[in-house]
């Protein structure tokens, strides 16, 4: 089967003058690129008369147009009107539709909203659940047409109900195979030359692409195409390069292994935090549930919170400052012991982008890991680049350690020959 | 002058894959809409030989086209040849530019990295002091043409270094005046309700346009055109009706307007956050030079945390709950002790999807203050939403009801006639 091509068309004003940032042509590609689709082009166009233009450009080039966006009530949402043009028919008042909306918004009567009732002629109405202004379908010169709301929630709701059941069923194409990983705390570049370097003997894959989720603190490496035990051993390989703890088959975030690990051994968990200031505490509470393994996370920046709250030595602090093994291993104990946890991590280091010092430079950061059956141990490393690179990193590395840590300090010396950057 | 039209394209499989989200378009047209040109559209397209019409198209559209990516060393990267063929011309080995990234990455030298200093004929080179690929910019059937570098940092920095000066001093355009404020606590369809009572009065404003922020938790709004008094009294009467303290002039977040204010005053702050879970401490840190004004926050996620490390009652927590005004006054209370803190905060509610009840719905969260000179106190509120929602918006909530209770307990009396939602 040949490809079927995709053109997305997000509409809004405020996309092209960058007030936000497009979320949808990347969901929709993503969502259409699995189920075998090729994606020809994203746009972000303005609420003006150059829509037609382009709504005629993309059925032109594509087997799927989708336009979203500019369906709302008010003068500026002309979307339904060009499309109408587009098809070369009016719009007409749906009295259905409309009987529709009233019912599912029943504040709503004037005549902004009604004009959300305007469909073009000859266009299937996709029924929207999730908000006020229904999608429609059409077809022009043998390109398949969907129009659908902007708003995220009832986009991707509308895509989800509507959009990719339909495509899927009339379209029929083969699913691209993909094997997905997770790479923790590599940077771009140093993934980029190490994934070079093994393609280089894996000539069958089709594509190595990735994504940087900062959000996430981690990098999705999506291998496409091949026989998937090639593409195993190219994640395989990968992971001897760069540390196994870094490179994860699927799609995962270091709380969600953390928390496994912790589940699957029925241990809870404490913190200590300084330079991450709540950053792990944060994340790890933002999976629901997570009160069943987490029990705190004791954030103490200043020194006096760290000697009140932990029992951190005056002497240690003065003898070997906050941002060493020592205070780390203090830190670690001090709340492993109050919280009364089977495990618990301590962070401190200096997160920039003042205070570093020649024997401490920023992006030196100290970990102590303490727990109820184990000995306390304090490793170091040394992140580069920004204030938030160091503090999003620092959270990971935590995680990762005290899962490490939970099969014995000694494995905590892997940790050595990691290819981070 | 009539309009300058920019075209902007970004140009990566992995943006028509959906595996990353463009984000030089926002910056791009964000910056270039600041200074008085009006961006057409923004398309993501794929490395293939689909490149040259759509670089064509853009010629045809536009005064401007920036073309951003597809720069890099490798066979994938083409966007070098298709502008090349856009002029109507070869390519050129630069020796100089050869010797410039030489000089810069000495341990480059291989064939591939040489590509980077093939450059279209008749194309200036633009230096690239952030990265090894050069940019370029030329002229195409009288439009501008400039081709920058993928990588964020690179694409930013040679913006800001050839990209924007060239094109103020080339069209000298007068710049739209604009004035904009920061939205918290409101949510989208209630500001948007606002805004359109408040716009019928005020039709002299050019535009009223806003982004969502959700990193930052809050709304950006964007006044643009008329003069600044009509501006400015757009957003007195938008403060006066959904109340002052959740609409302010400039483009802040909360934790800066926090910060401000304890600088101000030379005051310091902790905080108890349970089902913020770290989120407040974690926020006030991104700060660099926080630690002046926060010493830390105590992460009580379960209640023996609350117990041991803030001296909450046992029979407090039994008779009351931990989600209630008097567990989070003993939070506040128990933190500023402790930490010696001027101020402190306590967050503690139901962040959900589980945990709620009739008389505690999901999103009910409770807020304690404690000062060291003032009374304590507690309100509470109810957010409604996802579990990410409600813990954002504790977030930003706790910073500013912080910021009311220094002006004394009674002033956090108005947060009762706020219009969040």
């Known amino acids: 089967m040949s490809e079927i091509s995709v053109v997305i068309l997000s509409i809004g004003t405020e996309l092209t003058e960058g007030i936000i940032r497009d979320s949808h042509g990347q969901f929709l590609s993503s969502e259409l690129t699995a189920r ?6 994203i746009e972000q166009l303005p609420d003006n008369d150059g829509l037609l233009a ?10 799927v147009v989708i336009i979203t966006g500019g369906l709302g009530p008010t003068a500026d949402d002309i979307t339904r009107d060009a499309v109408a043009n587009l098809c070369g028919k009016g719009l007409e008042f749906r009295e259905d539709v409309w009987e529709m909306i009233k019912d599912r918004f029943p504040r709503l009567c004037g005549n902004a909203n009604q004009r959300q009732a305007m469909i073009p002629e000859g266009c299937d109405v996709l029924d929207n659940p999730f908000g006020t202004a229904p999608g429609f379908r059409g077809e022009v010169d043998g390109t398949l047409l969907f129009v659908l709301p902007g708003p995220p929630k009832e986009l991707r709701g509308m895509a989800e109900l509507h959009l990719f059941p339909f495509v899927e069923h009339h379209f029929a194409l083969p699913v691209r195979e993909l094997s997905e990983a997770s790479i923790f705390l590599i940077g771009e570049s140093r993934l980029e030359e190490a994934c070079r370097e093994i393609a280089a003997d894996n000539a069958d894959l089709e594509s190595v692409l990735w994504g940087t989720r900062v959000q996430e603190r981690r990098i999705s490496l999506y291998l496409r195409g091949g026989r998937e035990e090639d593409r195993l051993r190219f994640l395989d390989l990968l992971a001897k390069k760069m540390g196994k703890e870094l490179v994860r088959l699927g799609d995962l975030n270091a709380e969600q292994i953390l928390f496994s690990t912790l589940k699957e051994r029925g ?27 987490f029990l705190g996370s004791c954030v103490s920046y200043a020194d006096s919170f760290k000697r009140r709250f932990l029992g951190v030595g005056e002497a240690t602090l003065s003898q070997y400052g906050a941002v060493s093994r020592e205070c780390a291993m203090e ?14 991590c301590s962070i401190t280091g200096i997160a920039g982008p003042s205070g570093g010092s020649v024997e401490k430079p920023v992006g030196t950061v100290w970990f102590g890991l303490a727990g109820k059956d184990g000995a306390v141990s304090a490793r170091q490393f040394r992140f580069g680049f920004s204030r938030d690179s160091v503090r999003r990193r620092a959270t990971v590395t935590a995680m990762l350690l005290t899962e490490i840590y939970l099969d014995g300090d000694d494995a905590l010396d892997m940790c050595g020959f990691w290819q981070y950057s």
Chains 1, 2 share one sequence.
Do not use: H
Not at 36 to 41: E, L, Q
Not at 331 to 344: F, H, I, T
């Open 331 to 344: 830190m670690a104990l001090g709340v492993l012991d109050a919280s009364g946890a089977d495990v618990a």
């Open 36 to 41: 075998g689709f090729s994606v020809r082009r």
């Open 267 to 293: 241990l809870t968990f404490a913190a200590a935090e300084s330079c991450t200031g709540g950053m792990l505490g944060s994340v790890l509470t933002s999976l629901p549930g997570s009160s069943a393994y």
């Open 54 to 63: 382009r709504f005629q450009d993309g059925v032109n080039d594509a087997d």
